[in-house]
């Protein structure tokens, strides 16, 4: 069995540390399957689809280009289609047609777009996911963007063009699915992202939390971008709310990119400088030591389908304050791991942080809890199993 990954990057961590979906293939590789990869940055490079040892000396020579292509996102759209990206997909999954393969679509624009119409037309078992599925299709909570629209037609086109599985990341998530595009439940399967808990565990975090702020006070936690969908403008809201009332607390954020709002959130703080600190974006693997010095985590999203940043927070043992949204019912347990407030309600989002701050949360359990949940085996066998299920008999 011949097993082929389309995706658009696949380390989206330039340090190469720590991305989930490898998991999954280093597995395949030690049962001795075959994986072939057929990426983007390969045909930017004039590669062709390469086994994964190949891949993994290939990324280490062109890592640091590969890391600007992400960050030039349109620059990059517009190179592949102008250089006959598609055509390059199309010669790349023909030359495997006669084997026993199977085609799994893992993210990327154009590779879900080309990539599920060649199998559909010439009948390659294919499935698409975790990240190749609108997970994050807000229009219908009227969080509206140019983006959002572009990827909701994307969408709807392959749903007309449905792939024989599509991996969603949790019931909810299914139930978008279900609900917007009108797919059959029986091609959609539930199989969570898991983290990798060697990574994401809990850390003696004195040392670390004194190279960060120059006090004792208690740090509550935000990681993630500025984008409305996230809950962000609620995040500082609460925080400005928290530091006038006098709290001794300390806000830290990790992943803010843009310049300009760093500035002004500085700015903004002026005043509490000393309890207020951004950290730009960082590997996803040098999150550990933050979700370890943290007090709590806050994650007000007004939507999410799985929320990894979550998850890596309790695997660090750091109690989470959610908003009350399906997902987070899911891995909130009250008062074990964290709490839920009542979506977009600023009053209750103090009330519970205040809360948060002042219980003794066994850190031990969490942490041992959220290692057996998120487990990774489970959803690996899971996988394998669908990928032999496709293989054409």
């Known amino acids: 069995m011949i097993i082929i990954y389309i995706n658009d990057f696949i380390f989206t961590d330039p340090s190469r540390k720590y991305y989930p979906f490898l998991e999954i293939i280093k597995y395949l590789k030690h049962k001795s399957y075959e994986v072939k990869l057929i990426t983007t940055e390969l045909f930017i490079e004039n590669e062709h689809s390469i ?25 990059h759209s517009l190179k592949i289609l102008i250089k006959g990206y598609p055509f390059f997909l199309f010669k790349n999954l023909m030359r495997f047609k006669n084997e026993n393969i199977v085609v799994h679509i893992v993210s990327g624009f154009f590779p879900i777009l080309f990539g599920s119409i060649i199998c559909k037309i010439f009948d390659i078992p294919f499935m698409m996911g975790p990240n190749a599925i609108p997970s994050k299709n807000l229009i219908f909570k009227n969080i509206l963007d140019s983006r959002n629209y ?60 004194k190279g960060v702020f120059n006090n004792d006070n208690k ?26 009332d006098g709290l001794k607390l300390n806000i830290l954020i990790i992943g803010l990119r843009e310049e300009f709002l760093i500035k002004k959130l500085n700015k903004e703080f002026n005043d509490y400088k000393n309890n207020f600190k951004i950290i730009k974006w960082i590997p996803r693997s040098d999150l550990v030591k933050y979700y370890n010095i943290a007090d709590l985590y806050i994650n007000p999203s007004i939507d999410e389908t799985w929320s990894m940043t979550t998850i890596e927070a309790l695997s660090c043992g750091t109690p989470c304050i959610c908003s009350n949204i399906p997902i987070f019912r899911y891995h909130i347990k009250q008062n074990f791991n964290g709490l839920l407030f009542e979506l977009n309600n600023d009053r209750d989002l103090i ?27 489970k959803s690996i066998i899971k996988m394998i199993t669908l990928y032999k299920k496709m293989i054409k008999k």
């Not at 086994?51 to 620059?75: A, C, G, T, V, W």
């Not at 969603?168 to 299914?174: E, I, N, Q, V």
């Not at 009330?351 to 969490?366: A, C, P, T, Y």
Request: proline letters at 1%; hydrophobic letters at 35%; one cysteine or more.
């Open 351 to 377: 009330s519970k942080v205040k809360k948060g701050l002042n219980m003794n949360w066994d850190r031990k359990d969490i942490s041992e809890n959220a290692s057996k949940k998120y487990n990774w085996n």
């Open 51 to 75: 086994n994964f040892k190949d891949y993994l000396r290939f990324i280490e020579r062109n890592s640091e280009s590969f890391y600007l292509y992400r960050k030039n996102r349109l620059i």
């Open 219 to 244: 740090i509550i936690l935000y990681v993630g971008t500025s984008e409305k969908e996230k809950g962000f403008n609620l995040f500082i809201r609460i925080s400005k709310e928290l530091l006038n």
């Open 150 to 209: 572009v990827f909701f037609i994307r969408d709807w086109l392959i749903s007309r063009l449905p792939s024989h599985k599509i991996i969603c990341l949790s019931g909810y998530h299914k139930s978008i699915l279900r609900r917007q595009f009108d797919i059959e439940k029986e091609n959609l399967e539930i199989i969570h992202i898991g983290i990798e808990d060697n990574i994401f565990k809990k850390l003696k975090s004195d040392n670390i939390k």
